[in-house]
């Protein structure tokens, strides 16, 4: 238990980083885990290159789904769209760095899950050979 | 261990195997999430496993002794209910998989005969969504208005205007028991006043049966659903209570199995008591899938009283 | 079944009792006030904790609670709240897990730091 809500956790979940809106987003998604009633919108904003400008989330919801995405924003600034939208269930868990228990995975992934729909909704309006 | 003064308190804590069992991480089980899913006492465990070891069949349908056997435990169940409801008869008791399909089963099978455009169906804001979905989805096919009997916001009903509320309502559908906030709902007060305006009063007995005394006769409701699984029964059997004139002009729910009379290739005749028979097909079958018996809930009644 | 909504009762006048001893940290109880005018369930939100994470600490401590919207979203809505954490008694229930149940929720406090 000791390690389950480490004070980094508590510390994303009461001070969220990128927490907010931007003023020129390129790529959104929102969504919600219905189990619980968590929300997360995750706002990118691309550079030229299709790398990850600066991104900023919004929502509300337990301190696993709020630090996740918190820690999730803080770590694909400067990503290739294309490979944020490839990240792994076990990058973020690696991230969180804490055990989570199969209960509450759904929360854990809130973030990711809306991250890669924002990016892949974002990849499909662009031209074939920009993919 | 538990360690409670009263004996016989300790003697019911005994009855629950789950609860002597520790968590993984070597904690007493304290399980306080009873209004989700009960634990179930030794009595029913054992007659499970007794049913199917000595007297399983499928019922109604053979002609030995055995499935006479099985048909006389699940018919003696549905006395037993109907007498811990104070059904009139017997046969106002419909086995159901839980509260949530009795709902269904008065939406389909009364609500789309009975309801139409003009109509009203009025519920509160307290509802689970069981006794709220099947209401939106039959008004949405009826062309009936949905309405609301507002909560406070300690979650007691509000109702000053419950008879301009109730006015064109066809249907009143109501939690006896808040499972959120846990108030209760005036069901005195409320369903005489319903049934002056002319409305059917369904009742959520989800958390109500398995807690308190509930009279159905007392209460003059016209439906009344309820979950074995809260009640410390198995998982997979509830049953509607119906006043039986109106379960007799129903027509089948969930069709095919014994509530027959004659099928051919083009058409199919209902049994004349159709209101028995029409849910004993669902049963048997759920049964056999989800590992429920007959016998179940008498033994569960016994289990749920501590003097019996 | 008298007997069942007699001890229903009086864990819920227990519970409620207990519960108020937190309400200076910030445990707050919704519903009727008093026991009577409530079946054995109980919501509640422990200052900024949210329920999922109350419920994840107390399961830790053996004490099963449930949380989230109970399947009445409307309601949450309504009151204004993205989720509770619940607990309900019934015949197996006593005093002993009542205790259980404040002594886990000081755990948590402590947990998130909460004075
Ligand atoms: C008030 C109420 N109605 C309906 C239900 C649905 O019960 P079931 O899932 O057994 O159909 C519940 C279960 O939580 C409930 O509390």
Known sequence: MDDFYKEYILDHYRNPRNFGHLEKVDASAEDLNPLCGDTIKMELALDDDGRVRDVKFSGKGCAISQASASMLTESIKGMRLEDVARLSQEAVLENVGIGISPTRMKCAMLGLKVLKSAALGEMASWPDEAR | ??????????????????????????????????????????????????????????????????????????????????????????????????????????????????????????????????????????????????????????????????????????????????????????????????????????????????????????????????????????????????????????????TGGDMIKRVSYETTSYNDAAVEVRSRHQQHRRRDRLGCCGRLPPRSRDGLDPRA | MDWIRAHDLRLTAYALDALRTLSSRGLAVYGPARAEDRGGVISFNFADIHAHDLASILDIEGVCVRAGHHCTMPLMEKMGWPATARASFYLYNTEEDIDALILALEKAATVFGIA
């Not at chain 2, 089980?29 to 989700?36: E, K």
């Not at chain 2, 009595?43 to 006389?72: K, Q």
């Not at chain 2, 209760?184 to 409320?190: E, F, G, Q, S």
């Not at chain 2, 409305?199 to 989800?206: F, I, K, N």
Request: aromatic content about 6%; charged content about 15%.
């Open chain 2, 1 to 254: 261990m538990i360690v409670t003064g009263d004996p016989k308190q300790a003697q019911i804590v005994a009855d629950f195997p789950i609860l002597a069992k520790p968590t993984s991480r070597g904690r007493r089980l304290v399980y306080l999430d009873s209004a989700s899913s009960s634990q179930k006492p030794r009595a029913v465990i054992d007659a499970l496993v007794h049913y199917y070891e000595n007297d399983n069949a499928n019922i109604h349908r053979g002609v030995y002794e055995l499935a006479a056997r099985a048909t006389d435990a699940f018919e003696a169940a549905r006395a037993k209910v109907a007498r811990f409801v104070n059904a009139a008869d017997t046969a106002e008791i419909v086995w159901t998989r839980n509260t949530t399909e009795a709902i269904n089963l008065v939406s389909f099978s009364w609500g789309l005969g009975n309801l139409g455009p003009g109509d009203a169906i009025l519920t509160s804001q307290l509802e689970h969504h069981s006794n709220l979905v099947p209401w939106q989805l039959l008004a949405a096919k009826t062309g009936a208005s949905l309405r609301f009997i507002p909560a406070d916001a300690n979650g007691e009903l509000q109702l000053d205007n419950l008879d301009q509320l109730l006015t064109g309502v066809k249907l009143l559908a109501l939690t006896h028991i808040s499972n959120t906030i846990g108030s209760i709902a005036p069901l005195d007060v409320i369903v005489p006043r319903a049934h002056a305006a002319g409305a059917v009063v369904l009742v959520d007995a989800a958390q109500s049966v398995p807690h308190m005394p509930v009279d159905v006769q007392a209460l003059d409701v016209d439906f009344l659903a309820a979950s074995g699984h809260k009640m410390c029964g198995p998982t997979g059997i509830g049953f509607l209570y119906g006043k039986r004139a109106l379960l007799e002009a129903m027509p089948p729910f969930l």
